[in-house]
């Protein structure tokens, strides 16, 4: 027998769907009544609608995902690079596919203060490190603006996915990144 989440994992469940679908705007009834909670479980466990999302975007796992796609690729950082760009093509491919949730929330929340924009960052900042450390095992001469050249890609692929999916960008986006891996061998 499966029990049924209490009401603070449905609002993380329902709230993560349909922002990813709808968008960080989606309205607070529609969460609502995904989740199958009163609006009180909303304010007791998240403050709101904004902790609800920034929430979402803090237990998000796309940190974890990048790892484990690097992680089953290898021991050898060129390659387990490299494989984030063979899973960025399938993921970018799929008819659900919507793009990065932490630009499209960062995007979509002009107040500076909002709660999400501390997750985006880490998240981003997280991303980096996790990049940057992977070109140190490499050699790279500069495995900060190497993480960097990397998430610009990155970001590139997912946003252009987006508008030009038949494009396939990821594969582009590989492609340069090889070059980028490659900088550490030649210097």
Known sequence: MTTRPGPRQRLLDAARDLTYAQGVHVGVDAILKEADVARRSLYQHFGGKDGLIAEVLRTHSGEARYREVMDAAGDEPR?????????????????????????????????????????????????????AAELTRHGHPDPDFGADQLLVLIDGVLAHAVTRPDAHPALAARATAEFIMDRSSRT
């Open 79 to 131: 390659l387990r690079v490299l494989a984030v760009f063979d899973e960025l093509e399938k993921i970018t491919t799929r008819p659900s596919f919507r793009g990065c949730r932490y630009t499209s929330a960062d995007l979509a929340l002009a107040d500076p203060g909002h709660p999400a924009h501390t997750e985006i960052r880490a998240y981003k900042d997280g991303l980096h490190r996790l990049f």
